[in-house]
């Protein structure tokens, strides 16, 4: 499947962005599953009924969510770049490339503010993009979704954990080949929360991003818990109630 074929395929359809924070335990499945669900990276453990999967890290691969792929019948949207070769287990029909542009580098530590311009040309590079959280985004904007809400993407620890499924009762993300990765809230507190380097960078990242976006008219809303603050925020049920009807 080419990512062309995806192009408006959503118009003016309720989306929702889903990472895998801590705020996700919260979240009742039941009442987002009609509507246009993207899972992004771990996230994807949190039920079976996603529409969508979306990665840019490698490292997912090394992980038994990636591997389970095989048995959910969702789209998989991946980073080439970072992905390919590592899809052997999936059906190819259900695997969508796409490629980005660039807004940093870090080694000239120059940005490049025409990389985070989202674009409809679904054969074009997309943003460039410090989280998976901003390809999902972008390739949600591509499928003509509006609103586009965050779930999950909380940039911050809860109770020294950064991720939902850390939490006792939730289904696990499990390493398959690698060593342990350890998950350290050492970068302090931000909004009296702790954070981690991938915290700081996230925020920092959002929030040139929202700034785009506002500038486009994106209408991208923040229902997620913890400290992300540059999108527009609602609780889940004020957009059910004010987006409901955008099945």
């Not at 380097?197 to 920092?204: Q, R």
Request: glycine share 8%.
């Amino acid at each position: 499947m080419k990512l062309k074929e995806l192009e408006n395929i959503h118009s003016n359809k309720l989306c929702f962005v889903i990472g895998a924070g801590p705020s996700l335990r919260y979240v009742n499945f039941d009442k987002i599953e009609k509507f246009i669900t993207i899972a992004v990276n771990s996230a994807i453990l949190k039920s079976n009924n996603f529409k969508y999967f979306v990665s840019d890290d490698w490292a997912v691969s090394n992980y038994n969510y990636f591997q389970d792929l095989k048995d959910i019948n969702c789209i998989n949207l991946l980073f080439r770049d970072k992905l390919k070769g590592r899809v052997s287990h999936l059906d190819k029909e259900k695997v969508v490339w796409y490629d980005h542009k660039c807004w940093f580098d870090p080694g000239a530590g120059k940005r490049y503010p025409e990389g985070l311009v989202l674009t409809k040309e679904a054969d074009k590079p997309i943003i460039g993009a410090r989280t998976s959280t901003g390809s999902a985004i972008h390739l949600a904007y591509i499928m003509g979704c509006n609103p586009i809400v965050l779930l999950g993407n909380d940039c911050c620890f809860e109770n020294g954990r950064r991720y939902f499924w850390q939490f006792s009762g939730e289904k696990k993300a499990s390493k398959v080949s690698g060593g342990i990765q350890p998950w350290l809230p050492n970068r302090g507190k931000i909004k009296n929360k702790c954070v981690d380097k991938n915290s700081v960078d996230f925020l920092e990242y959002f929030e040139v991003l929202s700034k785009q976006t506002k500038k486009q008219g994106i209408n991208i809303i923040n229902a997620s818990g913890g400290i992300l603050d540059c999108f527009p925020r609602m609780s889940l049920e004020e957009v059910l109630e004010k987006y409901g009807d955008r099945i």
